[in-house]
């Protein structure tokens, strides 16, 4: 899966409050080795600005709302995530960017590799660069 895809996550309506899950290979496309969540972002911070060269993620708005900005190295793509029953996943080898954080917003990201700099790609001439040379 090569695509970055917005996936619609099972949702147990419950009057007790409501449930969402994934499970490795079901939901999303990878087996997870790493979690990880964003949060406290103060108003106008940016995270990320980096591609993964191997790393696949899957991202959720578990709380509040941000913005994915993806660049596959032609065009720019942008997703609104504001729902803990769906999330994006982002294959490698796309830049992304976190942005536009509401008060109270938590990411929570989902990877299919446990940390690693030398994964990271932190400069988009570089990253336009490995577009067009892979
Ligand atoms: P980074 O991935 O650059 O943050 P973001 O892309 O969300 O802006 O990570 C920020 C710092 O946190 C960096 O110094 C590495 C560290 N870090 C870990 O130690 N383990 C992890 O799983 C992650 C995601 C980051």
Redesign the pocket.
């Known amino acids: 899966m090569n695509e970055p895809m917005l996936i619609e996550l099972p949702k147990i309506v419950d009057p007790r409050g409501n449930l969402s899950f994934f499970e490795n290979l079901k939901q999303i496309p990878f087996e997870i080795k790493?979690t990880?969540w964003?949060y406290d972002v103060p108003g106008g911070e940016m995270?990320?600005?980096?591609a993964f060269k191997i790393q696949q993620e899957f991202i959720i708005a578990l709380s509040g709302s941000f913005d994915v900005i993806l660049h596959d190295g032609t065009r720019e793509m942008c997703f609104s995530l504001n729902r803990s029953y769906y999330g994006l996943y982002v294959p490698n080898k796309v830049w992304r960017k976190?942005e536009n954080f509401s008060t109270n917003a938590l990411a929570f990201i989902a990877s299919d590799m446990k940390?690693d700099?030398n994964d990271?790609v932190r400069d988009f001439e570089e990253f336009l660069h490995l577009q067009t040379n892979q």
């Open positions: 790493r990880y964003i995270r990320g600005s980096h976190i940390y700099e990271y």
